[in-house]
Nanobody
Framework: QVQLVEPGGGLVQAGGSLVLSCAAS????????VGWFRQAAGKDREFVAA????????TYADSVKGRFTVSRGNAKNTVYLQMNNLEPDDTAVYYC??????????????WGQGTQVTVSS
């Protein structure tokens, strides 16, 4: 059974940084695209960033471009989301997902349980 776990959330002040990780078991995420999505209270889930199975392609939402970086770790089954210069509008539950490299959630087959990121002003 495929499981994705996203440790790394927490509370940070505006302008600070956090690193989220996506650790997979039951599959090798190095053979899948991995996407990051987030959902703020009362809002729809939105795309944040994605990385292709090879790591050669990445894409970002305009709202995080230049501040967030998605990357693959040396361990095959880990993907990271480095978040810098965080803003209060980044407050949300963040999810990682594995599947086809895409900006749309429907292309992803497996999802983590989510981790809360709270940015205080």
């Amino acid at each position: 059974q495929v499981q994705l776990v996203e440790p790394g959330g927490g509370l940070v002040q505006a302008g600070g940084s956090l690193v989220l990780s996506c650790a997979a078991s039951g599959c090798t995420v190095s053979t899948y695209g991995v996407g990051w999505f987030r959902q703020a209270a009362g809002k729809d889930r939105e795309f944040v960033a994605a990385i292709s199975w090879s790591g050669g392609s990445t894409t970002y939402a305009d709202s995080v471009k230049g501040r967030f970086t998605v990357s693959r770790g040396n361990a095959k089954n880990t993907v990271y989301l480095q978040m810098n210069n965080l803003e209060p509008d980044d407050t949300a539950v963040y999810y990682c997902a594995s599947g086809r490299y895409s900006t749309t959630p429907e292309r992803y087959d497996y999802w983590g349980q989510g981790t809360q990121v709270t940015v205080s002003s």
